[in-house]
């Protein structure tokens, strides 16, 4: 098993009225898998994205990854982990904007302490990786969608991490770039990398050999 929530919950207080938007989650996630997971606006999706993701800790429960329990590490021993073994694709891309393509794949190595020559040697093989090798230099501006995708997944790839995290990933593209988008999830775990998709949409989640449908902060299926 490589991800675990136990018993997940998560509270916010909104003007002194508590949320729960997480209410005794259960989750298993095995190496290997491409899971989706589903719910409506509301439902607890994206809490249970940034739990998984390693970017909010849980109210209560128990978070293991790689049996390891997380749950009450540090901010920066959880910053080192998110680094080295999550991989984020999100819907805006999150590109920096005046950067070439090439180097906001290399950030990650810039984190990890990676000298230059290296970080340029890997991110040129990643981009070349996603179909993007006559592109290193464009920035983003200059590429479509498809092609910002892409570099994002790439550098979620640069650190060869332990779960690709991908939230709406064709949230923002047009339905045939979109579908190769997901085509490449698909072929990347075929690869042996473990996916995890959070979509509002059921014809994307359909794509996943598993789903995990959330509503009300419970896992209902």
């Known amino acids: 098993m490589i991800l675990s929530l136990k018993d997940v919950t998560k509270t916010y207080f909104l003007d002194g009225v508590?949320?729960?938007?997480?209410?005794?989650?259960?989750?298993?996630?095995?190496?290997?898998?491409?899971?989706?997971?589903?719910?409506?606006?509301?439902?607890?999706?994206?809490?249970?994205?940034h739990i998984i993701g390693l970017l909010d800790t849980p109210t209560s429960g128990e978070v293991f990854l790689e049996d390891k329990d997380v749950t009450r590490?540090?901010?920066g021993t959880l910053a080192k982990l998110r680094n080295e073994h999550i991989g984020f694709v999100f819907q805006q891309f999150n590109l920096l904007?005046?950067?070439?393509?090439?180097?906001?794949?290399e950030l990650p190595l810039i984190y990890k302490g990676i000298g230059a020559e290296e970080r340029r040697k890997r991110a040129k093989e990643m981009?070349?990786?996603?179909?993007?090798?006559?592109?290193l230099n464009s920035k983003p501006n200059q590429l479509s969608g498809g092609q910002q995708q892409r570099?994002?997944?790439?550098?979620?790839?640069?650190?060869?991490?332990l779960i690709i995290l991908a939230d709406?990933?064709?949230?923002?593209?047009?339905?045939?770039?979109?579908?190769?988008?997901?085509d490449f999830l698909h072929?990347?775990?075929?690869?042996?990398?473990?996916?995890?998709?959070?979509?509002?949409?059921?014809?994307?989640?359909?794509?996943?050999?598993r789903q995990i449908k959330i509503r009300d902060g419970k896992v209902v299926s």
């Open 18 to 49: 508590e949320v729960r938007a997480l209410d005794g989650v259960n989750v298993d996630i095995k190496e290997g898998d491409f899971v989706a997971i589903i719910g409506p606006s509301g439902s607890g999706k994206s809490t249970l994205m």
């Open 151 to 161: 570099v994002a997944i790439a550098r979620a790839l640069i650190l060869n991490p």
């Open 187 to 209: 072929k990347l775990n075929k690869e042996g990398h473990t996916v995890i998709l959070v979509t509002h949409d059921s014809d994307v989640a359909v794509q996943a050999k």
């Open 168 to 182: 709406e990933p064709t949230g923002n593209l047009d339905t045939k770039t979109g579908k190769d988008i997901l």
């Open 73 to 75: 590490m540090s901010e």
């Open 97 to 105: 904007p005046r950067v070439s393509a090439i180097e906001n794949v």
């Open 127 to 135: 981009l070349e990786l996603v179909g993007l090798g006559e592109r």
